[in-house]
């Protein structure tokens, strides 16, 4: 029998968007299945109200997913006007629905010059904040390439949200802003969709290199929300501040500091499958929690849909429910689905 109960209200950080443009261009330019997936998703403003009604979602900030806007190594000019036309019309769902929609502009990186015009831009149109994958064609973020762009987003204190995607290697050795060819960095590619693992590699891998490059300590006015509860990040935490300093050579991260920038300017979403057991209370979440002291502060529902379907969404809603039950107060979860988003949005 279906449950029939109404969920707790929320507001969904993790929420994904594909305009009529978007998707003929995603079809024309070899991205049919992306990431492996069997299809791209449909999706309409009239689906999205449907699964916000259903999973009882007050709010969604929209996002492009990956593979992002910019589709084709080397061109630039599609990238720019994509991203412009992705952007455009998310701010023009948020003026037409201001307390339904917010959105997390894309960038046509790894194109700076173009980006830091698109930052401008977008940034005036009611953006709420930027949503950057977790590489451009091999240009991770932390990267020096990137460096000027995140310099602007600390400048005007945004928000970014971070998307997996997939892995792969830049080849070109011209130094040019994108590159003109890359290298899938997905050995199992073949077998298995990317988003089944590749996505929680590719988030730790980024994630990291943001903490070793210095950029997060540089840029102290950043937020960040790390996607799928933080992906395969947190058993990598304890090593890559552990390592530092027995392997003379990098840069020397200390607990304090990086559990402090976690605090501070770390966001993680509960998009995916991080309940397990019968009431849901462990798993990858319990995990995250209570092995490395992530608080309830720094928790953000998200849905993924369309990419995780409406009937899912609210199936995953009721998972949930039941876990974070089993972990948080009343209080706490109320923090959780709305507050916590609250607080993040009102400081943009």
């Known amino acids: 029998m279906a449950e029939t109960f109404q969920l707790p209200q929320r507001i969904d ?42 999973a009882n979602v007050s709010k969604s900030i929209l996002s492009i997913s ?17 991203s412009r036309s992705c952007n455009a019309f998310a701010a023009s769902l948020k003026r037409a629905h201001p307390s339904k929609f917010g959105f997390w502009a ?9 980006a830091l015009e698109e930052i401008d831009i977008a940034h005036a149109e009611g953006a709420d904040g930027f949503c950057l994958l ?18 602007k987003l600390n400048q005007i204190k945004a928000t970014i949200f971070i998307h997996p995607t997939m892995p792969c290697i830049a080849c070109s050795s011209s130094g040019a802003a994108s590159s003109a060819s890359v290298i899938n960095a997905t050995p199992l590619g073949s077998q298995h969709p990317i988003p089944l693992y590749e996505f929680l590699f590719d988030t730790a891998r980024a994630v990291t290199n943001l903490f070793l490059s210095g950029t997060i300590s540089r840029c102290p006015d950043i937020r960040l929300i790390i996607p799928h509860v933080g992906g395969a990040l947190p058993p990598i935490l304890s090593r890559f ?32 499958f991080v309940f397990a057991g019968d009431e849901g209370g462990s798993g990858q979440l319990a995990a995250l929690v209570k092995g490395y002291n992530i608080g309830y502060d720094r928790l953000l529902y998200g ?10 969404v609210r199936n995953f809603a009721v998972r949930m429910k039941n876990g974070l ?18 607080k993040l949005l009102s400081s943009q």
Request: glycine share 8%; charged share 20%.
């Open 303 to 312: 849905s993924d849909f369309p990419f995780t379907p409406g009937p899912a």
């Open 106 to 114: 894309s960038l046509p990186l790894p194109d700076v010059h173009a």
């Open 241 to 272: 501040i552990g390592f530092s300093s027995v392997i003379p050579g990098g840069p020397l991260m200390s607990d304090v500091e990086v559990r402090g920038a976690l605090a501070r300017q770390c966001y993680f979403d509960l998009a995916g």
């Open 325 to 342: 039950e089993s972990i948080f107060s009343e209080e706490e979860r109320r923090e959780i689905y709305e507050g916590n988003a609250v």
């Open 66 to 82: 990956s593979p992002g806007t910019h589709l084709v190594p080397g061109d630039d000019v599609l990238a720019r006007r994509l």
């Open 13 to 54: 950080t993790h929420s994904h968007f594909l305009p009529p443009e978007y998707r003929e261009e995603l079809a024309r330019n070899g991205h049919k299945n992306p990431d492996g997936m069997p299809a791209i998703p449909p999706w309409s403003l009239e689906s999205h109200l449907e699964m916000m009604a259903e």
């Open 134 to 151: 977790t590489n451009f064609h091999g240009h991770y973020l932390g990267s020096k390439h990137l460096q000027p762009v995140f310099e």
